[in-house]
């Protein structure tokens, strides 16, 4: 199952002061609006996204339909058929995406450590 590409999902408490941190890392942003507290940026095979007031903690990414580049594969695996294997399989699912609609949607689960596991399909 093709998950997409991933990243880590950082909860920030001022999102300017951490994009100054990140681009003194090298990081630059690819995709996002400053302005809506949610930026993407990536240094090399690395993407993070920063995330001002969105999620209670950090956690990991993986979006259907982009490639890590930022590119937009012709043929993925839409978040709903991912999120019908996993139940499949029998995971939880603590969020789900309605399976009656077509073009982006969610579904998070959580690992056996408490990590959250978002699958964000942007198309």
């Not at 594969?73 to 839409?78: A, I, L, R, V, W």
Request: hydrophobic content about 35%; overall charge negative; charged content about 20%.
């Amino acid at each position: 199952m093709d998950l997409g590409a991933f990243s880590v999902s950082l909860t920030v408490k001022d999102i300017a002061a951490s994009l100054a941190f990140y681009e003194e890392l090298g990081f630059k942003q690819i995709h996002g609006d400053q302005s809506q507290n949610w930026l993407i940026l990536q240094n090399g095979a690395s993407t993070i996204g920063l995330f001002q007031g969105m999620f209670e903690r950090n956690c990991l990414t993986f979006n259907p339909g982009w490639a890590n580049h930022g590119d937009h594969p012709d043929g993925f695996t839409d978040v709903r058929e991912i999120q019908k294997r996993l139940k499949t399989a029998g995971l939880t699912l603590t969020t789900e995406a309605d399976e009656s609609t077509e073009g982006p949607a969610s579904c998070t689960l959580v690992d056996p450590d408490g990590n959250p596991v978002l699958i964000d399909q942007h198309r």
